[in-house]
């Protein structure tokens, strides 16, 4: 199992570009599907995007999709989310979790490994 940890969150406009960092500790991380989710205060925890063990593989929330790019450097242990053309909407604490899934999934509940998250607030 591996340990989480993001960083790169903070206080941006709307327009702004933020780049999200999770670094792995542990044995096994190019073995996982990584994932980002976000909880935004008073809902549930949402799926933002996931990316296969080597890379070539990554998926998109919706409301996502064409802002936001999910990457990983194995080498490194790194995983990555950068977030272009921030909105309000997009404002929550976000998190990288990794999965032992052979298959990249969008239910947070097929992730074993959870980081303590970064804030992202996004003001107009």
């Known amino acids: 199992q591996v340990q989480l940890v993001e960083s790169g969150g903070g206080l941006v406009q709307t327009g702004d570009s933020l780049r999200l960092s999770c670094a792995a500790s542990?044995?096994?991380?190019?073995?996982?599907?990584l994932g980002w989710f976000r909880q935004a205060p008073g809902k549930e925890r949402e799926f933002v995007a996931n990316?296969?063990?080597?890379?070539?593989?990554?998926d998109y929330a919706d409301s996502v999709k064409g802002r936001f790019t999910i990457s990983r450097d194995n080498a490194k242990n790194m995983g990555y989310l950068q977030m272009n053309s921030l909105k309000v909407e997009d404002t929550a604490i976000y998190y990288c979790?990794?999965?032992?899934?052979?298959?990249?999934?969008?239910?947070?509940?097929?992730?074993?490994?959870w980081g303590q998250g970064t804030q992202v607030t996004v003001s107009s």
């Open positions: 979790a990794t999965s032992s899934r052979p298959t990249p999934t969008r239910s947070p509940r097929l992730f074993g490994s």
């Open positions: 542990g044995r096994g991380f190019d073995d996982y599907v």
């Open positions: 990316i296969n063990w080597s890379g070539g593989v990554t």
